[in-house]
Protein backbone atom coordinates (compact mmCIF):
# COMPACT_ATOMS: atom_id res chain seq x y z
CA UNK A 1 0.00 0.00 0.00
CA UNK A 2 1.19 3.43 -1.04
CA UNK A 3 2.09 5.57 2.15
CA UNK A 4 0.21 9.10 1.49
CA UNK A 5 1.09 10.29 4.82
CA UNK A 6 4.81 9.96 3.80
CA UNK A 7 4.47 11.34 0.71
CA UNK A 8 2.80 14.30 2.35
CA UNK A 9 5.08 15.20 4.70
CA UNK A 10 7.72 14.96 2.21
CA UNK A 11 6.06 17.56 0.11
CA UNK A 12 5.78 19.69 3.13
CA UNK A 13 9.81 19.47 4.38
CA UNK A 14 10.50 21.08 0.64
CA UNK A 15 7.94 23.71 1.38
CA UNK A 16 6.38 22.57 -2.51
CA UNK A 17 2.38 22.89 -2.83
CA UNK A 18 0.20 20.55 -4.60
CA UNK A 19 0.03 22.63 -7.85
CA UNK A 20 3.59 22.89 -7.79
CA UNK A 21 4.19 18.96 -7.47
CA UNK A 22 1.64 18.21 -10.19
CA UNK A 23 3.18 20.21 -12.69
CA UNK A 24 3.93 18.51 -15.98
CA UNK A 25 3.13 15.44 -14.27
CA UNK A 26 -0.76 15.22 -14.01
CA UNK A 27 -3.62 16.67 -12.15
CA UNK A 28 -3.46 18.02 -8.80
CA UNK A 29 -6.47 15.86 -7.76
CA UNK A 30 -4.04 12.88 -7.96
CA UNK A 31 -1.95 14.19 -5.28
CA UNK A 32 -4.77 14.82 -3.23
CA UNK A 33 -5.89 11.10 -4.14
CA UNK A 34 -2.40 9.95 -2.82
CA UNK A 35 -2.12 11.40 0.43
CA UNK A 36 -5.13 11.77 1.63
CA UNK A 37 -6.81 8.34 0.57
CA UNK A 38 -3.74 6.56 -0.23
CA UNK A 39 -4.63 5.69 -3.85
CA UNK A 40 -1.52 5.53 -6.02
CA UNK A 41 -0.94 6.53 -9.61
CA UNK A 42 -0.07 4.53 -12.72
CA UNK A 43 3.45 3.76 -11.99
CA UNK A 44 5.06 6.33 -14.37
CA UNK A 45 2.87 9.02 -13.02
CA UNK A 46 4.32 7.48 -8.92
CA UNK A 47 7.41 7.34 -10.14
CA UNK A 48 8.36 10.99 -11.74
CA UNK A 49 6.58 12.48 -8.55
CA UNK A 50 8.55 10.31 -6.30
CA UNK A 51 11.64 12.36 -8.52
CA UNK A 52 10.49 15.50 -7.81
CA UNK A 53 10.55 14.89 -3.86
CA UNK A 54 13.58 12.91 -3.84
CA UNK A 55 11.67 9.87 -2.78
CA UNK A 56 12.18 6.49 -3.85
CA UNK A 57 9.32 3.56 -4.51
CA UNK A 58 10.97 2.27 -1.40
CA UNK A 59 10.33 5.14 0.84
CA UNK A 60 6.82 5.52 -0.14
CA UNK A 61 5.31 1.49 -0.02
CA UNK A 62 4.75 -0.63 2.54
CA UNK A 63 5.46 -3.52 0.83
CA UNK A 64 8.19 -2.26 -2.39
CA UNK A 65 8.51 -6.18 -2.39
CA UNK A 66 5.09 -6.47 -4.35
CA UNK A 67 5.43 -4.11 -7.02
CA UNK A 68 6.20 -5.44 -10.29
CA UNK A 69 9.58 -5.53 -11.31
CA UNK A 70 9.50 -2.87 -14.70
CA UNK A 71 9.91 -0.53 -10.79
CA UNK A 72 13.19 -2.17 -9.88
CA UNK A 73 14.03 -1.45 -13.50
CA UNK A 74 13.35 2.17 -13.23
CA UNK A 75 15.43 2.25 -10.08
CA UNK A 76 18.38 1.04 -11.66
CA UNK A 77 18.17 3.79 -14.53
CA UNK A 78 17.59 6.50 -11.79
CA UNK A 79 20.69 5.03 -10.23
CA UNK A 80 23.19 5.72 -13.54
CA UNK A 81 21.83 8.65 -13.75
CA UNK A 82 23.40 9.76 -10.32
CA UNK A 83 26.21 7.47 -11.17
CA UNK A 84 27.01 9.69 -14.71
CA UNK A 85 26.67 13.21 -13.37
CA UNK A 86 29.39 11.66 -10.88
CA UNK A 87 31.25 10.66 -13.89
CA UNK A 88 31.23 7.08 -12.26
CA UNK A 89 30.80 5.81 -15.51
CA UNK A 90 32.28 2.45 -15.03
CA UNK A 91 29.77 1.81 -11.77
CA UNK A 92 26.96 2.64 -14.70
CA UNK A 93 28.33 0.48 -17.17
CA UNK A 94 27.99 -2.43 -14.86
CA UNK A 95 24.28 -1.48 -14.14
CA UNK A 96 23.15 -0.68 -17.92
CA UNK A 97 24.32 -4.46 -18.33
CA UNK A 98 21.98 -6.12 -16.02
CA UNK A 99 18.52 -3.80 -18.06
CA UNK A 100 16.83 -6.16 -20.68
CA UNK A 101 16.43 -3.48 -23.35
CA UNK A 102 13.84 -5.64 -24.95
CA UNK A 103 11.44 -5.59 -22.00
CA UNK A 104 11.50 -1.59 -21.53
CA UNK A 105 8.99 1.17 -23.43
CA UNK A 106 10.18 3.71 -25.98
CA UNK A 107 10.55 6.43 -23.38
CA UNK A 108 12.81 4.06 -20.91
CA UNK A 109 14.70 2.98 -24.19
CA UNK A 110 15.48 6.42 -25.12
CA UNK A 111 16.81 7.15 -21.37
CA UNK A 112 18.98 4.15 -21.46
CA UNK A 113 20.42 4.60 -24.90
CA UNK A 114 21.46 7.75 -24.03
CA UNK A 115 23.13 6.52 -20.77
CA UNK A 116 24.97 3.91 -23.21
CA UNK A 117 26.26 7.04 -25.47
CA UNK A 118 26.98 9.12 -22.30
CA UNK A 119 29.24 6.09 -21.27
CA UNK A 120 31.00 5.19 -24.43
CA UNK A 121 31.79 9.15 -24.53
CA UNK A 122 33.32 8.51 -21.43
CA UNK A 123 35.23 5.81 -22.52
CA UNK A 124 36.07 7.51 -25.78
CA UNK A 125 34.72 5.23 -27.52
CA UNK A 126 33.38 7.75 -29.92
CA UNK A 127 31.95 4.87 -32.41
CA UNK A 128 29.73 3.17 -30.16
CA UNK A 129 28.73 7.04 -28.81
CA UNK A 130 27.71 7.82 -32.15
CA UNK A 131 25.75 4.84 -32.58
CA UNK A 132 23.92 5.36 -29.23
CA UNK A 133 22.86 8.56 -29.75
CA UNK A 134 21.75 7.95 -33.13
CA UNK A 135 19.66 5.03 -31.92
CA UNK A 136 18.01 7.37 -29.16
CA UNK A 137 17.13 9.93 -31.65
CA UNK A 138 15.28 7.22 -33.96
CA UNK A 139 12.53 6.08 -31.85
CA UNK A 140 9.23 7.42 -33.15
CA UNK A 141 7.72 8.44 -29.80
CA UNK A 142 6.78 12.15 -29.03
CA UNK A 143 7.52 11.51 -25.46
CA UNK A 144 10.87 10.64 -25.95
CA UNK A 145 11.87 14.23 -26.71
CA UNK A 146 13.77 15.29 -24.13
CA UNK A 147 16.25 12.11 -24.82
CA UNK A 148 16.44 13.30 -28.29
CA UNK A 149 17.38 16.65 -27.23
CA UNK A 150 20.38 15.52 -25.51
CA UNK A 151 21.08 13.74 -28.43
CA UNK A 152 21.38 16.11 -30.46
CA UNK A 153 23.88 18.26 -28.60
CA UNK A 154 25.91 15.44 -27.58
CA UNK A 155 26.61 14.33 -31.66
CA UNK A 156 26.91 17.81 -32.02
CA UNK A 157 29.69 18.11 -29.54
CA UNK A 158 31.60 14.83 -31.26
CA UNK A 159 31.40 16.39 -34.23
CA UNK A 160 32.86 19.53 -33.08
CA UNK A 161 35.65 17.20 -31.69
CA UNK A 162 36.17 15.81 -35.52
CA UNK A 163 36.00 19.58 -36.70
CA UNK A 164 32.88 18.73 -38.70
CA UNK A 165 31.63 21.65 -38.62
CA UNK A 166 28.27 21.49 -41.08
CA UNK A 167 27.61 18.21 -39.08
CA UNK A 168 27.60 19.85 -35.70
CA UNK A 169 25.75 22.64 -36.96
CA UNK A 170 22.94 20.13 -38.35
CA UNK A 171 22.96 18.67 -34.53
CA UNK A 172 23.19 21.73 -32.64
CA UNK A 173 20.50 23.52 -35.12
CA UNK A 174 18.01 20.34 -34.51
CA UNK A 175 18.84 20.58 -30.58
CA UNK A 176 17.64 24.33 -30.67
CA UNK A 177 14.33 23.51 -32.66
CA UNK A 178 13.51 20.55 -30.21
CA UNK A 179 14.59 22.45 -26.70
CA UNK A 180 11.17 24.36 -26.10
CA UNK A 181 9.30 21.00 -25.93
CA UNK A 182 11.39 19.43 -23.62
CA UNK A 183 10.53 19.69 -19.74
CA UNK A 184 13.11 18.28 -17.35
CA UNK A 185 10.68 15.83 -14.57
CA UNK A 186 13.34 15.58 -11.87
CA UNK A 187 16.40 16.87 -10.53
CA UNK A 188 19.00 14.31 -12.43
CA UNK A 189 17.01 15.03 -15.75
CA UNK A 190 17.40 18.85 -14.82
CA UNK A 191 21.06 18.92 -14.13
CA UNK A 192 21.41 16.98 -18.13
CA UNK A 193 19.38 19.69 -19.29
CA UNK A 194 21.22 22.48 -17.50
CA UNK A 195 24.44 20.91 -18.99
CA UNK A 196 23.21 21.15 -22.62
CA UNK A 197 22.14 24.19 -22.48
CA UNK A 198 25.82 25.66 -21.71
CA UNK A 199 27.39 23.22 -24.56
CA UNK A 200 24.34 24.91 -26.77
CA UNK A 201 25.29 28.57 -25.27
CA UNK A 202 29.01 27.92 -26.01
CA UNK A 203 28.68 26.91 -29.02
CA UNK A 204 26.39 29.69 -30.81
CA UNK A 205 28.68 31.91 -28.81
CA UNK A 206 31.84 30.69 -30.64
CA UNK A 207 29.41 30.60 -33.72
CA UNK A 208 28.77 34.76 -32.92
CA UNK A 209 25.31 34.21 -32.45
CA UNK A 210 24.13 36.23 -29.39
CA UNK A 211 20.66 36.75 -29.67
CA UNK A 212 20.43 32.74 -29.42
CA UNK A 213 23.14 32.63 -26.25
CA UNK A 214 20.72 34.85 -24.60
CA UNK A 215 17.71 32.57 -25.30
CA UNK A 216 19.31 30.21 -24.03
CA UNK A 217 20.89 31.39 -21.18
CA UNK A 218 17.76 32.80 -19.74
CA UNK A 219 15.98 29.60 -19.92
CA UNK A 220 19.24 28.39 -18.07
CA UNK A 221 19.20 31.05 -15.02
CA UNK A 222 15.21 30.65 -14.36
CA UNK A 223 15.15 29.09 -10.64
CA UNK A 224 14.43 25.78 -10.28
CA UNK A 225 12.39 24.79 -6.93
CA UNK A 226 13.43 28.30 -5.69
CA UNK A 227 17.27 27.85 -6.32
CA UNK A 228 19.62 28.46 -8.99
CA UNK A 229 22.11 25.32 -8.81
CA UNK A 230 25.73 26.44 -8.11
CA UNK A 231 26.70 23.63 -10.71
CA UNK A 232 27.06 25.27 -14.19
CA UNK A 233 25.72 28.69 -13.37
CA UNK A 234 28.49 30.28 -13.73
CA UNK A 235 29.19 29.44 -17.11
CA UNK A 236 25.33 30.79 -18.21
CA UNK A 237 26.34 34.19 -16.18
CA UNK A 238 29.56 34.28 -18.07
CA UNK A 239 28.24 33.54 -21.41
CA UNK A 240 25.02 35.47 -20.89
CA UNK A 241 27.27 38.71 -19.86
CA UNK A 242 29.45 37.66 -22.95
CA UNK A 243 26.29 38.15 -25.49
CA UNK A 244 25.00 41.41 -23.90
CA UNK A 245 28.55 42.58 -24.34
CA UNK A 246 28.01 41.95 -28.05
CA UNK A 247 24.61 43.67 -28.27
CA UNK A 248 22.82 47.16 -27.29
CA UNK A 249 21.93 45.52 -23.77
CA UNK A 250 21.83 47.66 -20.53
CA UNK A 251 25.54 48.07 -19.07
CA UNK A 252 23.54 47.12 -15.64
CA UNK A 253 22.56 44.02 -16.64
CA UNK A 254 25.75 42.84 -18.49
CA UNK A 255 27.73 43.85 -14.95
CA UNK A 256 25.20 42.28 -12.56
CA UNK A 257 25.91 38.68 -15.04
CA UNK A 258 29.63 39.08 -14.75
CA UNK A 259 29.69 39.39 -11.02
CA UNK A 260 26.83 36.42 -10.79
CA UNK A 261 29.61 34.63 -12.29
CA UNK A 262 32.55 35.49 -10.98
CA UNK A 263 30.77 34.32 -7.17
CA UNK A 264 29.69 31.25 -8.83
CA UNK A 265 32.92 30.40 -10.04
CA UNK A 266 34.81 31.85 -7.06
CA UNK A 267 32.62 29.12 -5.11
CA UNK A 268 33.38 26.30 -7.49
CA UNK A 269 36.75 27.04 -7.40
CA UNK A 270 36.47 27.13 -11.54
CA UNK A 271 39.83 28.41 -11.86
CA UNK A 272 39.73 28.41 -15.86
CA UNK A 273 36.52 30.45 -15.95
CA UNK A 274 37.78 33.03 -13.31
CA UNK A 275 40.72 33.48 -15.60
CA UNK A 276 38.97 34.09 -18.76
CA UNK A 277 36.36 36.63 -16.76
CA UNK A 278 39.57 38.45 -15.46
CA UNK A 279 40.50 39.02 -18.72
CA UNK A 280 37.37 39.92 -20.04
CA UNK A 281 37.26 42.55 -17.83
CA UNK A 282 40.99 43.62 -18.71
CA UNK A 283 40.08 43.84 -22.35
CA UNK A 284 36.89 45.63 -21.94
CA UNK A 285 37.92 48.58 -19.40
CA UNK A 286 35.65 47.37 -17.16
CA UNK A 287 37.10 48.39 -13.53
CA UNK A 288 33.29 48.27 -11.43
CA UNK A 289 30.99 46.23 -11.43
CA UNK A 290 27.44 46.58 -10.04
CA UNK A 291 24.46 43.81 -8.81
CA UNK A 292 21.11 44.20 -9.82
CA UNK A 293 19.45 45.29 -6.46
Same mark, same amino acid.
Given at each position: ?????? !?? @????????????????????????????????????????????????????? &?????????NMILDK??? $?????? *??????? $? *???????????????????? !???????? #????????? !??????? @?? @???????????? !???????????????????? #??????????????????????????????????????? @???????????? &????????????? +???????????????????????????AFADFN??????????? +??????????? $???
Open positions: MILGSK !FK @QQRLNLKINQSELCTGICTQAVISKIENQNISPSTDVLIKLCLRLHLTLNDVF &SDFSSLPSSIQK $IDGLLQ *EKNDSDA $I *EILQSIDEAKLQNLDKAHIL !FQHGLCSL #MEHDYEDAL !FQFNRTI @QL @QDHKSSFWKFLA !FVNLANLYLSTNSQDKAAYY #MESATKLQPSVDPSDNYEYFYFIAALVDLSNYYTNTNSP @QKVLNLTNIGLK &SHNGFLPTKYSDE +LFYLSALAKLRTTHNKNEMSHDLTMAIQNEELLNKLNQ +LLKDNNIQELK $IKP
